[in-house]
């Protein structure tokens, strides 16, 4: 008799040396680990009329061998199996690869139960299940797991049969019988059931429902603990700034601000003014003006008397910043101080002196900032620009310079609702969804590869009045498997055509930091007309003149990413231009293609990224910050996100939750995850 869940799974009959180490190499070692392994989708086993079966569904049909079997033979351990049947009214055939063995069973006069893909057109099913006999005992849903080795399903259904029966009365519910019950989901037993063993399609929606919402819950449950830690300690720093002297600053500025601006500036003014730690992370598309928000929460910091940085991802961006900070803050008495990796030994420590006697007010600088030798006399508060450009780890460093400084991170990536509520759901949002007023919209076409002439010439027009272009290729070299355009080929072939009229240059990823500054900075200063780049060029730069952008191969881009390339124009007084060149073959790469040209608002482009994508592949595979779930999709079950996330809010706030026996194993669960104990706040 089996009475712990955390059994061996080799306790379970039938469970030999071979069926052990594959669920080793599963991870499964208990039953638990058992239980909790999902399959990946189930296999509908009832029987439809093929009358009413789409073209390249799955079907499973009953019926009768109408001929005998011819087995082709394709080479080294290929076959090709095919016999007719009669399925009801439709004399039809069956076809399966590699199965040469059921030869012997599929012989005119068989009942068979049979499961494929239906070819509409041709009138065949494409085997992949065949049982032999009426469709009587078979289930008519299945799950099916991912299993390695020789491992087959149905041993592994039968091992999960034991192993159901044997914990099922030891299970704890681990979901509040409050919450159960408002939202009408199945106890712990019977979703395990609805997902391993479903009596019919209703029951694995409603176990998946459940599971769904649990996992949503304890995973928002983590972020709302971490907020309310936050907010309850008073270890930040309250930075009672003078607000005469900053409406003063806001005044002097050459614009209005966007009203956007406005509620993100009050958004951040009210978190310096309070003894918590600001934890907050700025979201607004390219152009939509963040670096003046930026300048407005350092110079609040300046006027309570605390230092202020901003560390920004490249040499170029940080001296950008610098000028522009330089020059907006100086006549309030400010002074602003550029850190960059580049600067002589000398100057280097005196800047750094000075840092640390607090005679620098505002420093800006690359990852030169995070050196240990670089010391502040009393940062307050600190802002990372493009902050997915940085690790976890280099952020950290820098808070750390200053005693629970204020932090902001600013990024340019529009974040999808779900995304961000779910990635960074332990921070505070704040959106600047309005561009300036006055901009043109950059005006986007797509193109096929044979039009790149017409897209020389009206790219020269550009040239000819005195703007810049860039030209952006995918990857640097000539690759067998992608065949890409490469950066080198176009630099030359383009060098070659300006050749006395324009200056053309080239940067990509294998150029030194060095180097790819020297190209960015005589680029930006007009010394260059046109820039074929890698997508290096992507980040935050700001080239006003510039008004021409070629995107090569562009269906081998996110929507994300050639919204960002596209914005590196259209940031001046002048109308401007954004090229597709790309020929997708997918439906998908056409549907991008499609949406660059019809919006140039980057959340709509995220939301459809995400959409055609799917969220691993939106932030990019390193450092998501997405957590994996077993069941849940963030895509289709953003709902229940929100519900859960709803609910989160709502119980770490209430009494019931900290004490009542009924949130138990949830409060446990929340416990061992870490949360509790401030965990994840970065
Ligand atoms: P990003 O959000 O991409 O970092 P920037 O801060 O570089 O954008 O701003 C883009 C341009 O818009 C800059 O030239 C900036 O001076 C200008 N800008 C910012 N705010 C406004 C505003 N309210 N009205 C007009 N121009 C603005
Ligand atoms: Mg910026």
Not at 419 to 433: C, H, N, P, Q, Y
Not at 573 to 580: A, G, H, K, T
Not at 655 to 672: G, I
Request: charged share 30%; net charge neutral; hydrophobic share 40%.
């Amino acid at each position: 008799m089996v009475t712990d869940i955390l059994q061996k799974v080799t306790d379970l009959k039938g469970v030999g040396k071979s069926s052990a180490e594959v669920m080793r190499l599963m991870g499964i070692e208990t039953l638990n680990d058992l239980i909790w392994t999902f399959p990946y989708r189930h296999e509908d086993f009832r029987l439809k009329d093929l009358a009413e079966t789409p073209h390249n569904e799955r079907v499973t049909v009953e019926g009768r061998i109408e001929s005998e079997p011819v087995v082709l033979y394709l080479g080294r351990n290929k076959s090709r199996l095919q016999v007719q049947m009669l399925a009801g009214r439709h004399l039809i055939k069956l076809v399966f690869f590699n199965q040469g063995y059921l030869r012997n069973k599929l012989i005119p006069g068989a009942i068979v139960t049979v499961t494929g893909k239906w070819d509409k057109g041709r009138q065949v099913i494409n085997g992949s299940n065949v049982v032999f006999g009426p469709k009587t005992d078979q289930a008519d849903f299945e799950p099916v797991y991912s299993l390695k080795g020789k491992l087959t399903q149905k041993k592994f259904r039968q091992f999960m049969r034991q192993a159901l029966d044997e914990v099922k009365e030891i299970l704890p519910e681990s979901l509040p019988n409050p919450l159960r019950t408002d939202y009408q989901l199945l106890s712990i037993q019977e979703a395990l059931e609805g997902i391993h063993f479903p009596k019919d399609a209703h029951h694995v929606k409603q176990a998946r429902r459940r599971f769904v919402y649990e996992e949503l819950l304890q995973f928002q449950l983590k972020i709302q603990a971490l907020r309310k830690i936050r907010r309850e300690e008073d270890r930040g720093i309250a930075i009672h700034y003078n607000l005469q002297k900053v409406r003063e600053f806001i005044s002097s500025l050459p614009y209005e601000l966007t009203n956007a601006q406005k509620r993100v500036v009050n958004e951040i003014s009210k978190d310096l003014l309070v003894p918590h730690r600001m934890n907050r992370l700025l979201q607004g598309d390219v152009g939509s003006g963040k670096t003046v928000v930026a300048a407005i929460g350092l110079y609040s910091a300046v006027t309570a008397g605390f230092q202020g940085a901003l560390m920004a991802p490249t040499e170029i961006l940080a001296e950008q910043h610098a000028a522009s900070l330089d020059e907006w803050l100086r006549p309030f008495g400010v002074e602003v101080a550029l850190l960059s990796g580049s600067i002589k030994a000398k100057a280097r420590r005196e800047l750094i002196e000075r840092l640390a006697n607090g005679e620098i007010d505002v420093v800006v600088g690359t990852h030169a900032l995070i050196q240990p030798d670089v010391t502040f006399r009393k940062l307050g508060f600190v802002i990372t620009d493009e902050q997915h450009r940085f690790g976890v780890e280099q952020r950290r460093i820098l808070r750390e310079k200053g005693e629970s400084p204020d932090v902001l991170f600013m990024t340019a990536t529009p974040i999808p609702r779900t995304l961000s509520i779910t990635a960074f759901g332990e921070m505070d949002v704040s959106i600047i969804d309005e561009m300036p007023a006055g901009r043109k919209k950059i005006q986007t076409l797509w193109v096929k590869h044979e039009q790149f002439n017409q897209v020389l010439s009206r790219m020269e027009k550009e040239l000819i009045a005195g703007r810049q272009a860039y030209v952006i290729c995918p990857l640097i070299e000539e690759s067998d498997k992608l065949d890409v355009q490469n950066a080198v080929d176009v630099y030359q072939q383009l060098a070659t055509v300006f050749k006395g009229k324009f200056k053309v240059g080239l940067m990509h990823g294998r150029l030194s930091a060095v180097e790819k500054d020297e190209v960015m900075r005589a680029y930006s200063e007009g010394k260059l007309d046109v820039l074929v780049s890698t997508t290096v060029v992507e980040v935050g730069v700001n080239v006003p003149n510039a008004t021409f952008m070629v995107i090569y191969d562009a269906e081998r881009f996110g929507l994300a990413q050639l919204h960002q390339l596209r914005g590196r124009v259209g940031r001046g007084e002048y109308q401007s231009y954004c090229v597709l060149i790309a020929d997708p073959k997918s439906e998908e790469g056409k549907e991008r293609m499609i949406s660059m040209t019809e919006t140039n608002d980057g959340f709509r482009l995220a939301e459809k990224d995400l959409e055609l994508r799917g969220p691993g592949d939106f932030f990019g595979k390193k450092q998501s910050g997405l957590p994996e779930f077993k069941m849940a999709d963030l895509v289709h079950d953003y709902r229940a996100l929100e519900v859960a996330r709803q609910d989160a809010v709502r119980l770490i706030q209430s009494e019931a939750f900290w004490h009542d026996e009924d949130y138990k194993v949830l409060r446990q669960n929340l416990q061992s995850s870490g949360a509790l104990d401030g965990e994840r706040i970065d």
